[in-house]
């Protein structure tokens, strides 16, 4: 009879992402597992029938972690640039899970990060209907466009390229905010992509200060 696993599989799961934390989801090895729990490799098999079933469940905890981020920014004054922001600081304060999240290849070789996109949209919608007086199609353009600039930011911030202060990107992004906002409620057919962007243009270059 094997010997009973003194951790349980939870346990295992969170010194799983604790090693994702400080290395990256590459490092993530039987071996590397195993040392961070100080046992042998055996218990770690005898939890997860591979490490690839270990990696899963680490991408299962690192999206309930982002979740967590995108609930606070939620109950900020402004929801959506709360989310911005906060999903700025997951970025700044988690980047190994960021970059597992947003910045990988799935199991089918598609970057995750649209999986991600799609998932964020479902959690926000109804918060930007209710804020910005908007049906859910326009929601949805708002938030993807919106979500470019967010992602934009926070990959900056994880690869260590970003100039901006957290004031800065406050402002960036409210300065989009206000520009897509205005275009949905301003432009008709923007949603939909069924207007003339020339004369959009046209017109506003015309304008004078």
């Not at 479902?122 to 600039?149: C, G, K, N, P």
């Amino acid at each position: 009879m094997a010997p009973k696993n003194k951790y349980t599989r939870e346990e295992m799961v969170e010194a799983a992402v604790r090693v994702v934390c400080k290395k990256g989801i590459d490092a993530l090895t039987a071996k590397a597992l195993a040392g961070e729990l100080g046992v042998s490799t055996q218990p770690v098999f005898t939890c997860f029938h591979t490490i690839e079933e270990a990696k899963r469940e680490v991408s299962i905890s690192a999206q309930r972690v982002y979740d967590s981020y995108v609930e606070a920014g939620l109950r900020m004054k402004v929801p959506f640039l709360g989310v911005g922001m906060q999903y700025i600081r997951f970025a700044k304060e988690e980047p190994q899970l960021y970059r597992l999240l947003f910045l990988t290849t799935n199991e089918e070789g598609n970057i995750s990060v649209m999986d991600a996109l799609h998932h964020s949209q479902e959690l926000i919608r109804e918060s930007l209907q209710q804020t910005y007086h908007i049906d859910a199609e326009a929601a949805d353009r708002y938030f993807r466009d919106m979500w470019l600039v967010v992602h934009s930011l926070a990959t900056l911030v994880v690869t260590g390229g970003c100039p901006y202060s957290e004031e800065e990107m406050g402002n960036i992004l409210t300065g989009f905010s206000v520009s897509i906002c205005k275009s949905i409620k301003e432009i008709p057919g923007f949603v939909g992509n069924n207007y003339d962007p020339d004369e959009i243009f046209r017109e506003l270059v015309e304008k004078t200060l």
